[in-house]
């Protein structure tokens, strides 16, 4: 029996389990995939936003403002790439200045530094790469870049240090509810807990249902993006966000955290909630989109595309909240900007189950986290003292992005470790480069393979292994 | 130990037969750099035939073919480091000498200087990304040499029923591959209206296994989330535009794409030596050095070769080139001859040719921009035909190798267009 359990192990889930975890519960995240940030957070745009475009008063607002003054803090305890390169909105119509003063109101009203407007010609002395065609456009410094996974895994791993226990490869088929509290009957066997909170996503309005007669709807947001090789990187220094007009909503230009150029996403709503697949018409208006905002880019350069699907909630708002079931806690319809209002929204569950269950602070929950160490990213000393200590690190296996074998097995070894293909790039980079794991991608899996005891035609690149009982790692 | 005349880098075809060529020209003070664990490079996962009837007059296996090479490198006494990856290149400052950072095990991060360096990376397959093909991104779409890898290297079953996109040569022989292997493959698409593959490929891959070459297609859609369920083939028009009419399903577990090389340039774009974007390799003069002194450039790293008995050529050319620039220099005060493209032809390799260094036969290399029937390949400077040789058939996937005189550069002026002149008939 725990005192909570969390359904879904994306930004949203893991924000929540971290947090909880610095109270004397326990505490049990329940996931359907083999890994954690396999959904909505893995496949996204990667900004931490300001929070000059949501609405004033809305959850949005505040989370978003609130998530975004802590990522810098988390960034740095807990060890995933962070960078504030500032953001643009650009305007490229007289008549729409007005709606670049109406952001610029929303910045005040929702309490966020740093946002003024500049001219055109400011724009392109700041971004030299920006068109002609930009009149004028919205500077908001304290918008930033982060990498997703690094950030989903770094809460999770934190909080399995802190006692969470996760429970993978396992679906949530029923939940029911007793005295005692919930029964949750998962492919893996049953959960019980006296709080649930309803993290699940894209699904989140199916696992609402399976306890409460209320309704809510989630919808699928499908966002195609394209990824540019890191010669690309340098186009735009600041993500580049075009102002929504009666046009469309425009994409967005950026470079990343590790300095690939993205841009994206489109926006369609679609049935199939699983349907990642991207289309040659999307990432046409892609590409169509984006160079109105820059010149010249690269897609020469392009060495992939995905697309991801966003949760789309029914009233506009992001919904937190304790259902109309005592101890049953949604956090649904988190789109945009949920994955900077992650770290926020876990505060916020933690109120809420504060108001269930009284919450007494642990003694020695450990706030911080060691991430795998990027060995690209280390000084010739470094490097040296690392590979003196353990041979792997002079090892490398994803030539593309200098990934060391000893990162490889750290990603496999460690607690909450990777088990597929698409686990070990999420928290290496190996297989993230301009040849896409055409080299190190049969390293990689011989590596697993030793690990998990199997061949290495059965080591997967996502999903659940057809053998996978759910582990859990505590 | 961190100082040489020559760093090789790179141990498959190209670097040793590089290496070889440099100790035979008299250079003892040199290293071979190769980031896998053994020497051989791409060869030793082609398992298959047909390698070596140019160099050796007789047919080997890849792994063969490499092994008689790592045996010359061993008999010749020539060093090399194995699990050692460049890092970078560069030129020291006020210095000719050349800095190359590696990493290893056994090294960990060093920095070794030289006074010549060859760079033979090779290439690497162009990935799915970069076709640019929508659907979704599940298991079980390979790049047709990762594929090789895992089946030859491996031992590994990766599928059951197959479709392969692109007909360059890997594809082909991972065809018969799979075939041997126990899969099925149902088609070969090729965008282009011909094939990126040598005939013999063809005939002995395809046509033997009856594998269906499907000419002027190419997959317009993945489908499977998690797994690779099947995929969409369409046939394209003259501008390559899928017909949708034409779309039809292929139900497979496996997707291999054979949709070209890239040499792999990273290192020699980070030394600031240029690159010819024709070939995506260094631009190289007739000594196949770049535009950095001392720096040298063969193999697969420079333009894709379709045989590796005409990288082995190439390179020891590299390798005696850099052995002259360790030795005495290569000449100065030559005249300065520049290579144009004309009708036809893609690129030459090389592109310049100093007539001070230039070698009593100097190769031009190139490729087709299409496929030629009985026409004839020109090398001209100002009014004066250089070369004029007869084809009766060009393609793309076969490079050309003409022969340039040294006798003839005298009357040659600061340009020689090198192109096919197609006649009527």
């Known amino acids: 029996m725990y005192d909570v359990a969390i359904i879904g192990a994306g930004a949203v889930g893991c924000a929540a389990a971290m947090e909880l975890s610095k109270y004397e519960l326990s505490v049990c995240v329940i996931e359907k995939n083999s890994d954690v940030c396999e959904g909505t957070t893995k496949a996204n745009s990667a900004i931490a936003h300001a929070g000059f475009d949501a609405k004033p008063g809305t959850l949005k607002a505040k989370l978003n403002v609130r998530g975004s003054k802590l990522m810098g803090e988390l960034a740095e305890k807990l060890d995933f790439a962070y960078k504030q390169n500032g953001a643009m909105v650009l305007c490229f119509d007289e008549n729409d200045i007005s709606g670049l003063e109406e952001l610029k109101k929303r910045a005040e009203l929702n309490g966020v530094q740093g946002v003024s407007i500049i001219t055109g010609d400011k724009a392109r002395e700041l971004e030299p790469s920006l068109t002609d065609s930009v009149c004028a456009a919205l500077l908001a410094e304290t918008s930033a870049i982060i990498c997703p996974f690094e950030m989903t895994l770094a809460f999770a791993e934190n909080a399995c240090e802190n006692g969470v226990v996760f429970r993978l490869s396992s679906r949530v088929e029923g939940i029911s509810k007793s005295d005692k509290g919930f029964v949750i009957k998962t492919s893996t066997g049953e959960v019980t807990a006296s709080i649930v909170i309803n993290a699940a996503g894209l699904y989140a309005d199916e696992i609402h249902s399976m306890v409460s007669s209320t309704p809510l709807g989630i919808t699928a947001r499908r966002g195609e993006y394209l990824l540019m090789d890191k010669a690309a990187g340098g186009a735009v220094s600041r993500t580049i966000f075009q102002l929504p007009t009666k046009m469309g909503k425009g994409v967005l230009v950026t470079p990343t955290v590790h300095g690939n150029l993205l841009v994206g996403p489109t926006a369609d709503n679609i049935e199939d909630k699983d349907d990642v697949s991207t289309t040659s018409k999307g990432l046409g208006d892609v590409k169509a989109k984006a160079s109105l905002s820059v010149k010249n880019i690269p897609f020469g350069k392009v060495i992939t595309s995905f697309s991801g699907n966003r949760a789309v909630g029914d009233t506009g708002d992001f919904i937190i909240q304790q259902s109309d079931v005592k101890g049953f806690i949604d956090a649904a319809g988190i789109e945009s900007p949920g994955l900077t209002s992650a770290p926020a929204i876990g505060e916020y569950l933690c109120e809420i189950v504060s108001g269930i269950t009284e919450l007494k602070p642990k003694n020695n929950y450990k706030d911080t986290r060691k991430g795998i160490v990027h060995f690209n990213s280390l000084s010739y000393s470094e490097r040296n003292e690392l590979i003196k200590k353990n041979a792997a690190y002079g090892k490398i296996v994803c030539r593309c992005e200098t990934v060391t074998e000893g990162e490889i097995l750290d990603a496999i070894n460690r607690p909450l470790g990777a088990t597929t293909l698409d686990g070990v790039k999420r928290r290496t980079r190996a297989g993230m480069g301009r040849c896409q794991a055409g080299f190190c991608s049969p390293v990689t899996m011989k590596l697993l393979a030793e690990k998990l005891g199997i061949k290495v035609e059965q080591v997967r690149k996502n999903g659940v292994y057809d053998t996978d009982r759910g582990h859990c790692d505590e | ?425």
Do not use: W
Request: glycine residues 10%; negative net charge; contains cysteine.
């Open chain 2, 1 to 425: 130990m961190n100082k040489y005349d020559l760093i090789v880098i790179g141990g498959g075809p190209a670097g040793m037969a590089a290496a070889i060529a440099a100790k035979k020209a008299g250079i003892d003070d040199l290293v071979i750099l190769e980031r896998d664990s053994v020497l051989g490079g791409i060869l030793n996962q082609c398992i298959h035939n047909g390698f070596g009837l140019h160099t050796f007059k007789e047919e080997l296996t890849g792994p063969e073919y490499a092994e008689k090479y790592a045996d010359m490198v061993r008999q010749e006494g020539i060093p090399f480091e194995l699990d050692t990856m460049v890092l970078s290149v560069e030129k020291i400052q006020d210095s000719e000498l050349k800095a190359v950072t590696v990493i290893s095990s056994k090294l960990g991060v060093a920095t070794l200087t030289a006074k010549a360096v060859v760079l033979a990376m090779g290439c690497r397959e162009r990935p799915r990304g970069a076709l640019n093909i929508p659907g979704t991104r599940p298991q079980g779409v390979y790049t047709a040499g990762t594929a090789q890898k895992l089946v030859n290297l491996e031992g590994a079953h990766i599928g059951k029923e197959v479709v392969i996109l692109g007909s360059g040569d890997i594809g082909l022989i991972m065809a018969r591959r799979m075939t041997l292997e126990g899969a099925h493959v149902a088609a070969v698409a090729e965008l282009m209206p011909y094939s990126s593959g040598l005939k013999r490929n063809i005939v002995q891959c395809l046509d033997d296994y009856d594998i269906p070459l499907l000419l002027s297609h190419t997959v317009v859609d993945i489908k499977g989330n998690e797994k690779l369920e099947g995929v969409y083939i369409a046939q394209v028009d003259d501008n390559r535009a899928p017909i949708e009419s034409t779309k039809k399903y292929y139900p497979c577990d496996t997707l291999l794409l054979s949709c070209g090389l890239i040499p792999e340039n990273e290192l020699t774009g980070g030394a600031g030596i240029s690159i010819d974007p024709r070939t995506n390799g260094a631009l190289v003069n007739e000594s196949l050095e770049t535009d950095m002194p001392g720096v040298f450039s063969c193999g697969n790293v420079l333009h894709v070769h379709d045989l590796v008995d005409f990288v082995s050529e190439e390179s020891a050319r590299a390798g005696e080139a850099a052995a002259k620039y360790i030795r005495h220099g290569l000449g100065e005060g030559g005249k300065s001859i520049e290579l144009k493209t004309g009708n036809g032809v893609r690129y030459t390799v090389p592109c310049r040719i100093n007539t001070a260094n230039a070698p009593d036969l100097t190769h031009i290399r190139f490729r087709v921009t299409d496929v030629y029937k009985n026409v004839s390949i020109i090398v001209k400077s100002g009014d004066t035909e250089l070369i004029r040789k007869k084809s009766q058939i060009l393609v793309p996937s076969e490079m050309v190798d003409v022969i340039l005189k040294k006798d003839k550069l005298s009357s040659a002026s600061d340009t020689i267009e090198v192109f096919i002149e197609e006649v009527a008939e």
